[in-house]
């Protein structure tokens, strides 16, 4: 029997080669998953980068994608996460007219949901918000009679509450790829 949906986190540690999303999106897409979020970015580590993709699927689907991208070369160690094991947050950029500004209530908006104002334009002015997704949707949707100009949010960026660091799975590997090398 199925599963419910779960929200989950998947880390994956690779080399930095060309092609490499595509080559991971590759995997969700057969398998008709659709990635609610994406980031990339470098890690501790040099030359080793981190794919942060957010999805909501069954565990038994889940364990099959993980499965495949662990067989990818170059990707060199991947994790899947639920929402209580991990430590995220999302970051959003809202615009707005700047004739908007001489309004106590929207910096009152700003004050109240933990935001600032990054920058005073003669014509407009952007504003920023880190939070859960829910927090950056609760400040748009109070924006909105300001009349948001444009709105951008990222994607997920997290890091997990239990777990080694990178740096001692890397040792790991090497030291069993050289112990296997040398049977």
Do not use: W
Not at 1 to 10: A, D, G, H, Q
Not at 76 to 100: C, G, P, S, W
Request: include cysteine.
């Amino acid at each position: 029997m199925e599963t419910k949906n779960k929200t989950f986190t998947v880390s994956i540690f690779t080399e930095n080669t060309i092609g490499m999303l595509n080559r991971i999106t590759i995997i969700f897409t057969r398998r008709h998953l659709n990635i609610d979020s994406i980031t990339a970015s470098e890690t501790e580590v040099k030359n080793v980068h981190r794919y942060t993709i957010v999805l909501k699927t069954s565990e038994s689907k889940i364990d099959k994608v993980i499965g495949q991208i662990d067989k990818l070369i170059d990707v060199l160690r991947v994790f899947v996460h639920e929402d209580n094991e991990v430590i995220h947050q999302e970051m959003a950029l809202y615009k707005i007219k700047t004739t908007e500004l001489k309004s106590n209530n929207i910096e009152q908006v700003v004050r109240e949901n933990n935001a600032k104002v990054l920058t005073v334009d003669s014509d407009y002015i952007v504003i920023e918000k880190t939070g859960h997704k829910i927090e950056t949707q609760i400040l748009f949707e109070k924006l909105k009679p300001f009349g948001v100009l444009e709105f951008a949010c990222s994607g997920r960026v997290a890091v997990t509450k239990p777990m080694k660091e990178l740096s001692t799975y890397l040792k790991d590997l090497e030291c069993n790829l050289k112990t296997n090398n040398t049977i």
